[in-house]
């Protein structure tokens, strides 16, 4: 049997792109030669809150992340898929995130909690699936039954 639940794994996942971001952020931070303090002004979020993304803390919304994009002059698009909003295997054309990122009948919380809800579907759908692979080979195949027909 698979050790932790699968809302453990889906945290642990969560948290590692957390720390993956915020490491990838301090990373072209200080690459452009900006403080904290400076970024956190030029992106218009508070020094603190920058600095617990920077350290893995917080995840910041898909609304924030583009703040600091501009501010550093990078694309949102790369801070989406490095803070998991975005998965860089839908491509541009048809993904879901970006579908709901562009749609201006949306306002920023409404579309970061369908991002949050939609992430977490996937998340669970693939501990589940990793789960059930882990199963099926711990154990040994039950034999199959025939339904009768009625």
């Not at 699936?129 to 882990?134: F, G, R």
């Amino acid at each position: 049997m698979a050790k932790g639940s699968v809302g453990e794994r889906v945290g642990e996942q969560v948290n590692k792109t957390a720390e993956a971001l915020g490491d990838y952020l301090k990373e072209q931070r200080l690459l452009a030669r900006l403080s904290l303090r400076q970024l956190a002004d030029q992106a218009g979020v508070s020094n603190p809150y920058l600095s617990q993304i920077e350290r893995g803390l917080r995840r910041p919304s898909a609304e924030v992340l583009q703040q600091i994009a501009k501010a550093m002059r990078i694309s949102a698009e790369s801070l989406y898929v490095r803070a998991g909003i975005v998965n860089p295997v839908d491509g541009v054309g048809g993904s879901v995130e970006l579908a709901v990122l562009g749609d201006t009948r949306l306002t920023e919380r409404q579309k970061q909690s369908l991002l949050d809800v939609y992430a977490s579907f996937l998340a669970l759908n693939s501990a589940q699936e990793v789960a059930a692979s882990t199963d099926q080979t711990d154990t040994p195949q039950a034999a199959t039954t025939t339904e009768k027909e009625f």
